[in-house]
């Protein structure tokens, strides 16, 4: 499979004043970039309406912060273990399914420009979860091409960075990642279904 992914992070900005103990609260969600992502998976299951997917995935997040002054690219590179349940129901006209599961993200690769970003804190490994729908076109044989559309918002944080702003108050941001994932693929199945025997 390959397809795009559109990324967009949100921040929880909290500002702490060591005099009084004070905190200021605040959330912001950053602009969406548009990147790519990359598949090879494997499926399992003879059951017409259940089956388990498990994939590894290269897939490209990240946002754009937008400021008055500038405009920022944050980008992060994962490399993905996905787990998929799958709930089909085969048709005429194709077969439409469902897909939810977890997934465990290895960061690869990191390019920040944000100054709010600039500590190398995001954490290597962390967890998400994704929900999907998908449909398989009608073909009589082993190839079966599919396209996807999945949401993957991120379980626990990828990131939570400390910075002193003044020598009283020190700023924290936690990171969460939110992306669209658009995918085009194929899967070749090993006992397709042949076409019922015609007789005169």
């Not at 273990?81 to 194709?94: A, S």
């Not at 190398?120 to 998400?128: C, V």
């Not at 658009?182 to 005169?200: D, E, H």
Request: charged residues 25%; positive net charge.
């Amino acid at each position: 499979m390959g397809g795009l992914t559109l990324g967009r992070q949100k921040w929880w900005i909290t500002e702490i004043n060591s005099a009084d103990q004070s905190k200021t609260e605040s959330t912001f969600k950053t602009k969406r970039i548009l990147r790519f992502n990359g598949e090879i998976f494997a499926e399992f299951g003879k059951h017409p309406n259940f089956h388990w997917r498990t994939e590894f995935q290269y897939n490209q997040k990240g946002s754009i912060e937008k400021t008055s002054a500038d405009k920022f690219k944050n980008k992060l590179d994962y490399i993905c273990w996905n787990n998929f349940l799958i709930i089909r129901q085969e048709d005429f006209l194709g077969t439409p399914y469902f897909l939810i599961g977890p997934r465990v993200e290895y960061k690869f690769k990191q390019g920040l420009q944000s100054p709010l970003l600039l500590n190398d804190d995001f954490q290597s490994l962390h967890f998400s979860w994704s929900v999907g729908l998908g449909w398989e076109f009608v073909t009589y044989g082993r190839f079966k091409p599919f396209v996807e559309i999945h949401y993957n918002p991120d379980l626990n944080k990828a990131s939570t960075q400390s910075d002193p702003v003044l020598p009283e108050i020190i700023s924290a941001t936690t990171v969460k990642n939110r992306a669209w994932e658009l995918r085009i693929g194929f899967k070749i199945v090993r006992n397709p279904t042949k076409c019922p025997a015609v007789y005169k």
